[in-house]
């Protein structure tokens, strides 16, 4: 068991040296990094390879025992340049991260296939895993729409994250887990929400801003997770405005570690593991 692991959307408010510090106070044991922003003005929090910065949060890291487990966020756009993603995934490389986290935002396949299959490869390069994040208000809204485009490009480093709200809301169930490669699914994200979706246009904003702690909805998570690989990330992304970030985090950990807890004694397949 090699812990539980937080999204940095969860106190995106943080920057990183903070934002580990405040996860180990609360009890997770690695975190994901939002090195890059999500679209342009948005916030992210580069850092560069080799810098003054870099040797500050490696060393906040390694005081504190927390590990990264991926780094985010990149859009495939029609006007992705792959080769600009160079500095990011050098930057993950050294922060020993596990992946890199990207979106699908190109309605052309064959296109946003092609990028993604050459993220892959320059990627592998790094030692990372690139793992596309289906969002139902994306091209690339389904599972089995991301399963398509990382099976497509036929690169051994290309995943799928699987983020429980994303999973629902976009009409998926846990049954489909079961019809993919799983080798494809090396990560989960979690939160719980009610089991009927909002309305369209407050899609987005539960999904930034109003989610639940595993345990506090409707979502069948227990099934989700037994559904997985036994080897599976396991991160927990519950932002919320309803909380300060130093209390959510704190939160987010008590609740999920709880719930976690009680799902293994009914189900001892359910597990908390690290990166592959």
Do not use: K
Not at 16 to 24: H, I, N, T
Not at 95 to 117: E, H, I, M
């Amino acid at each position: 068991m090699n812990g539980l692991g937080v999204a940095h959307l969860t106190a995106l408010e943080l920057p990183p040296s903070v934002l580990v510090r405040q996860a180990r106070c609360a009890g997770f044991s690695a975190v994901g990094l939002r090195l890059h922003p999500v679209m342009p003005g948005a916030l992210g929090y580069p850092v560069a390879a080799g810098s003054q910065a870099m040797r500050e949060l490696r060393a906040v890291l390694a005081g504190e025992g927390v590990r990264v487990t991926d780094i985010e966020f990149v859009s495939l756009t029609p006007q992705t340049r792959v080769a600009d993603y160079q500095a990011l995934l050098a930057a993950g490389a050294e922060l020993g991260a596990a992946s890199l986290t990207v979106s699908g935002d190109d309605d052309d396949v064959a296109r946003l296939t092609g990028n993604f299959a050459a993220l892959c490869e320059m990627a592998h390069g790094h030692g990372l895993r690139v793992d596309l994040e289906f969002m139902r208000w994306r091209p690339v809204a389904t599972l089995q729409q991301a399963c398509a485009v990382v099976t497509g490009a036929g690169q051994h480093n290309g995943g799928v994250l699987v983020d429980a709200l994303h999973l629902f809301r976009s009409g998926g169930q846990v049954a489909d887990i079961a019809a993919i490669n799983p080798h494809l699914l090396r990560a989960v994200q979690l939160c719980d929400a009610p089991l009927l979706a909002p309305a369209h246009e407050l899609i987005i904003p539960e999904a930034r801003e109003g989610r639940l702690l595993p345990g506090q909805g409707q979502l069948p998570l227990a099934a989700l997770l037994a559904a997985l690989p036994g080897d599976v990330c396991i991160s927990v992304e519950v932002p919320s405005a309803g909380l300060p970030a130093v209390q959510r985090l704190q939160a987010a950990a008590q609740v999920t570690h709880a719930w976690l807890h009680d799902r293994r004694l009914s189900s001892p397949a359910v597990q908390v593991a690290g990166h592959a």
